[in-house]
């Protein structure tokens, strides 16, 4: 016992005197050397959220998107700067659209249109959750789909596609109580 005592000990001067000199290469290892001894720190990130998402047979990546709470069809749009709403989606989430302003010179693959700037207060693919999203909502009839542009996708650690599956990697949070695997997005 005593032995065990003396080597915490010497571990303790030792890191001590390390952190002394500031070598953040040895404040490194004595920090490894003391999480051996005393077990692993609880402030280890949780595996970071991820979704799937296989390709339609179209082509493209559609799936299911919460927004503000509201469950609404989107598909992913890599040359969209922005995510981009129908106005009919905008009015089901319950989004002011009669008090929109529609200034925003828009071209979409129907040609040009006008859109209003907003932000929603949350959009969740799967278990990638992001909140204060910029947007544009499309006047009415101008767009048949939603789109999730790159105003989500750049706040992503990663995301690219893989044997027709779509990989959208979110960042690791800082409470490790759960495991998480990742989530498939089904439409």
Do not use: C
């Not at 490194?28 to 990130?45: K, T």
């Not at 179209?58 to 129908?86: C, H, Q, Y």
């Amino acid at each position: 016992m005593s032995r065990i005592l003396l080597i915490v000990l010497l571990l303790m001067a030792t890191a001590g005197a390390i952190v002394t000199y500031g070598d953040p290469d040895q404040i490194a290892r004595a920090r490894e050397n003391l999480s051996l001894i005393f077990g692993p720190s609880n402030a280890s990130p949780a595996p970071a959220p991820a979704v799937q998402i296989a390709r339609s047979q179209g082509g493209e990546f559609a799936f299911r998107a919460k927004i503000n709470g509201v469950v609404a069809p989107m598909v992913i749009d890599t040359g969209a700067t922005s995510v981009v709403l129908t106005w009919e989606t905008a009015k089901a989430i319950g989004l002011p659209t009669e008090m929109l302003e529609y200034n925003v010179d828009l071209e979409t693959a129907g040609g040009h249109t006008k859109a209003a700037r907003l932000t929603l207060d949350r959009l969740a693919v799967g278990n990638l959750v992001e909140k204060s999203v910029p947007a544009l909502v499309v006047q009415r009839g101008q767009m048949k789909t939603n789109l999730l542009g790159m105003s989500f996708l750049d706040r992503l650690e990663s995301w690219g596609v893989r044997a027709d599956k779509l990989m959208l990697n979110g960042y690791p949070e800082l409470s490790a109580s759960t495991h998480r695997r990742p989530h498939t997005a089904v439409d």
